[in-house]
């Protein structure tokens, strides 16, 4: 055979090469295509039934269709990836935020966060108990209420619906969790209505307290709640009476620290104003708080939610150096952020 021969059978090959190079490139591109399409179409659901590529109709010739197999899954090896599923983990992932301890938040997932790693049953309920004695004397007459208590009165109704939506989103078996919802919501509601010393609010003090002494005898409540809207934490309590309360918890662990005297004998009672604390630096947070998306202001906020769990960890184990430590820290984070976003 002369060159020219060669030289035309050596093109053919090239040809055929060519050929089934540019073969697979449209393959992968249908195949691509079609996978786009079907991810698109999933994307919100898993029950869809998935897309697959569909194959070229053309017939290629037999020195082309010897580069590929005639059914991949034949060959491949191992189970076939769920994007979809490894999706939503990453996702899940992302949004759930966590304590100083690795807890999650309740800026994450809401349904796997958990209360008790800040606040215990017992310092919920006692709270409550607390709480009743003080919005009882501010409803013992209405000119008193008038004069003056609806102030009080505001901050410490303010204080029970917070501590009634820890109930009803607690992790653990707590008292009143079955009616926690309700009495969230009435108790958030007569705080917001006690701003003004009117007969109004004074009449529904009235009742509130009423339900609450019932509630604390185990007795059901009987009271409705008509809320039409989405729950929002900051709607519970406004950031003034949360702040108030912060202050009472200031004074009670400035003096459990002042000496390790003191400190020993007021142990239980800085644990329970540092669980509330806790609960509070985790509030704040919450994405309809205003300033939640101020790094800053998280970070004091965080700050002051750790510091107390420190405190209340070195209450526990008697240990007044690091109880004073904690609290020094708490206190200066409140201060930064009190300079900082205070009008």
Not at 40 to 63: E, F, H, V
Not at 77 to 89: I, L
Not at 129 to 143: D, E, G, Y
């Amino acid at each position: 055979m002369n060159r020219s021969f060669w030289q035309s059978k050596k093109h053919r090959a090239y040809g055929h090469h060519a050929l089934a190079w540019i073969a697979i490139l449209v393959a992968c591109s249908v195949w691509c295509g079609q996978s786009f399409q079907a991810t698109a179409a999933t994307g919100s659901s898993q029950s869809k039934t998935n897309r697959r590529a569909i194959p070229p109709s053309a017939q290629w010739d037999k020195a082309s269709a010897d580069f590929f197999f005639s059914d991949a899954f034949t060959t491949l090896e191992g189970t076939r990836p769920n994007f979809s599923s490894s999706g939503q983990k990453a996702a899940a992932s992302q949004n759930t935020a966590s304590v100083g301890d690795g807890t999650p938040t309740a800026n994450g997932a809401a349904e796997s966060f958990k209360w008790s790693s800040l606040v215990s049953a017992d310092t919920l309920t006692d709270e409550i108990k607390t709480l009743n004695a003080i919005v009882s004397k501010t409803v013992s007459s209405p000119s008193d209420f008038k004069g003056g208590g609806y102030d009080q009165a505001r901050e410490s109704f303010s204080a029970i619906a917070l501590v009634f939506a820890v109930i009803a989103a607690y992790d653990e078996e707590v008292r009143w969790k079955k009616t926690a919802e309700t009495a969230r919501d009435l108790f958030s509601r007569v705080g917001f209505n006690c701003k003004v010393g009117t007969d109004q609010s004074f009449a529904e003090s009235k009742l509130r307290v009423k339900d609450l002494e019932s509630l604390l005898e185990g007795a059901p409540l009987t009271a409705k709640n008509d809320r039409d809207e989405d729950f929002l934490w900051s709607q519970v309590a406004g950031r003034p009476a949360l702040m108030s309360r912060l202050e009472v918890a200031d004074g009670i662990m400035s003096g459990a620290v002042a000496a390790k005297g003191d400190f020993l004998k007021q142990a239980e009672k800085l644990l329970h104003e540092m669980e509330i604390v806790a609960v509070i630096g985790e509030t704040i947070q919450q994405k309809d708080f205003e300033y939640h998306d101020d790094d800053t202001y998280r970070g004091y906020a965080a700050t002051m939610r750790d510091s107390a769990l420190k405190a209340r960890e070195a209450a526990k184990k008697s240990d007044y150096d690091g109880a004073r430590a904690a609290v020094g820290a708490l206190k200066k984070s409140c201060d930064a952020c009190h300079a900082d976003y205070r009008s």
